[in-house]
Nanobody
Framework: QVQLVESGGGLVQAGGSLRLSCAASGRTFTDYGIAWFRQAPPGKEREFVATITWRGDSTLYADSVKGRFTISRDSAENTAYLQMNSLKLEDTAVYYC????????????????WGQGTQVTVSS
């Protein structure tokens, strides 16, 4: 089992920045690929945002966030991050962290473990 807890969401003006954190506990963090998804409005399918391999050597981004968002991980802290810059109104969503054993990709079905989500609201 892997437990994931997101934090760092909040209200920010368009053009601003936020950094989301995903703290992991349970199994060996370095065995798990990590991804961020977002969902807006509630009930809509979760949208892929970014992913990083279990080794931290490759990343992948949705076209909508490429060049603005950066995913990273700190194995010593068992934490993954999503740095979000130049935020836009359309980035407003609940952001979820997900983990899967040695997986890496855009498909939400690859990931077995999910956090509870953190709300990001971008205002004009």
């Amino acid at each position: 089992q892997v437990q994931l807890v997101e934090s760092g969401g909040g209200l920010v003006q368009a053009g601003g920045s936020l950094r989301l954190s995903c703290a992991a506990s349970g199994r060996t963090f370095t065995d798990y690929g990590i991804a961020w998804f977002r969902q807006a409005p509630p009930g809509k399918e979760r949208e892929f945002v970014a992913t990083i391999t279990w080794r931290g050597d490759s990343t992948l981004y949705a076209d909508s966030v490429k060049g603005r968002f950066t995913i990273s991980r700190d194995s010593a802290e068992n934490t993954a991050y999503l740095q979000m810059n130049s935020l836009k109104l359309e980035d407003t969503a609940v952001y979820y962290c997900a983990a899967g054993s040695r997986v890496w990709g855009r498909d939400a079905r690859l990931y077995n473990y999910w956090g509870q989500g953190t709300q990001v609201t971008v205002s004009s």
